[in-house]
């Protein structure tokens, strides 16, 4: 049974409805590897995507398990029975209860209520309308009005490009800039694979070329970070021109990958500045105005519409309250195991994505390794699975080595990782492969054990209307 809080399937692709909304990694490593990616773009619009997620749900059968408008609360592990208590309210004000052997967390890593928003002065002020990009609806107006975008982001980078076919002018006001890099909305070497090979060989080479080239990059970029700056900057200059300030706009203080790189496709945000549709600020905020923004060099940005793309909220496990044998628990006191499950909290899996490359890379492994230990599980008759961190020699370390403001205000609530394996998160696709689908369960840290119910309760014989209802359930 999956427990769905919205009414529709699409997570993030549907509850985002801003215009331009797109990947910002390519779709042949964000779909699915047991389905290719159809479609001509790599980097895709929102709605592909949305309608790539749903019709695999529905071939699969996948949305008949699904119960929507049910927003998990609360779980409580029950060591005595060996099982989740969970609950979840409703739209009709009621909580609906439900119990599990074995509960697995697929709610994405961000708070869907809200986004975040910092404490700007004089917004009152403001005459026009202020929007934050989750929170975009149907009536907001941009065509011919004088927009800023607040935020140097993937949100930001994407809708800058499309808000400028429409609006008067565009300016993404930033604190500070992004590291960008311009991809082809297009594979060629893919579409060319699709021609010339059956459709899943094609697919996996193109998967398997985009996964060792984005790592590729990425070890580069931290063994050579200067080298790196040096290249990803010379691209942006020879998109912009030697007469762009480069400098002040496109050249973060920090090292490539202590943030995720923003992707545009087909430079677009670097057409809509080289033809003057939009344009880049560098500045502080000093207060909000009537007409618009005030910026601490004195500058006034004129605006009818501020657009603040200025990042998520992250929410671990949902945000739901969580309980072990009625003890609350502190996520922040556990360690995480092999990117999958908690140290000391039993028969829980978590998905989370990678930060340097495709979420759905890490949740396909993650998916497969849930299924082995499963299997274990039933293979030896054990009905708990517990990872307990016994090495006193193993170092506690930040859950997310990213120095991006919406990481470093969620850390205090995250879990921690380890200093080695398992309970380091690598963020390499390869060593995981080896981890996770070819790893030994038993590794010595994975505790499987029965409950003390089951070994001590004495066998019972079933009257016929037991064996009756024992054997529609396991129907």
């Known amino acids: 049974m999956i427990l769905e809080a919205r009414d529709a399937i699409g997570g993030t692709w549907d509850l985002f409805r801003y215009p331009g909304i797109r990947s910002d990694s390519d779709m042949f490593t964000l779909g699915y590897a047991f389905r290719p990616w159809r479609e001509q773009k790599a980097i895709a619009d929102g709605p592909s995507i949305l309608s790539y997620v749903r019709n695999t749900a529905r071939e699969s059968g996948i949305d008949r398990h699904i119960r929507f408008r049910h927003r998990v609360t609360r779980a409580s592990w029950s060591s005595e029975d060996a099982r989740w208590t969970v609950e979840a309210a409703r739209d009709d004000g009621e909580t609906a209860r439900f119990t599990c052997n074995f509960l697995w967390m697929c709610s994405g890593y961000y708070d869907y209520a809200e986004g975040y928003t910092p404490e700007f002065a004089g917004t009152e002020r403001f005459r026009g309308k202020i929007v934050h990009p989750q929170r975009w609806s149907d009536d907001v107006d941009y065509a011919g009005k004088r927009v800023v975008v607040i935020g140097s982001g993937a949100t930001a980078m994407t809708l800058v490009p499309e808000l400028a076919k429409k609006a008067a002018h565009v300016t993404m006001l930033q604190r500070s800039p992004t590291y960008v890099v311009s991809l ?191 299997r274990r599980m039933r293979e030896t008759g054990a009905s708990v699975c517990t990872p307990r961190l016994r090495d006193a020699d193993v170092g506690a370390e930040p859950f997310l080595d990213l120095t991006s403001g919406y990481v470093q205000r969620a850390l205090a609530h995250l879990p921690k990782q380890g200093s080695r394996r398992p309970w380091k998160l690598y963020q390499n696709y390869a060593l995981d492969i080896l981890f996770l689908r070819y790893g030994d369960i038993d590794d010595g840290t994975m505790e499987l054990s029965g409950t003390r119910a089951r070994r001590d309760e004495p066998k019972r014989r079933l009257g016929p209307i037991a064996r009756a209802v024992r054997a529609a359930a396991s129907r």
Not at 263 to 289: K, N, W
């Open 184 to 374: 082809p909305a297009e594979d060629a070497v893919a579409n060319f694979l699709r021609e010339h090979l059956p459709e899943h060989v094609a697919y996996d080479i193109t998967r398997w070329k985009n996964v060792l080239l984005s790592m590729a990059f990425y070890q580069f970029a931290r063994r050579a970070p200067e080298r790196a700056t040096k290249r990803l900057v010379s691209l942006i200059r020879k998109e912009l021109g030697a007469e762009y300030d480069v400098a002040t706009h496109f050249t973060p203080k920090y090292k490539p990958w202590d943030q995720r790189l923003c992707l545009v496709p087909d430079g677009d945000l670097f057409v809509a500045l080289r033809e003057g549709r939009a344009s880049v600020v560098t500045d502080h905020i000093e207060t909000f105005t009537e007409k618009g923004i005030r910026l601490r060099s004195g500058q006034e940005l004129d605006a009818d519409l501020i657009v603040t793309a200025t990042g998520l909220k992250l929410q671990f496990l949902g945000g739901m309250q969580v309980e072990i044998d009625g003890q609350p628990l502190e996520p922040t006191k556990t360690t995480n195991y092999k990117g999958v499950m908690l140290s000391d909290v039993p028969n829980l899996a978590c998905t989370f994505g990678y930060t340097n490359a495709s979420w759905t890379l890490k949740a396909d492994l993650t998916s497969e390794y849930v299924c082995r230990l499963l």
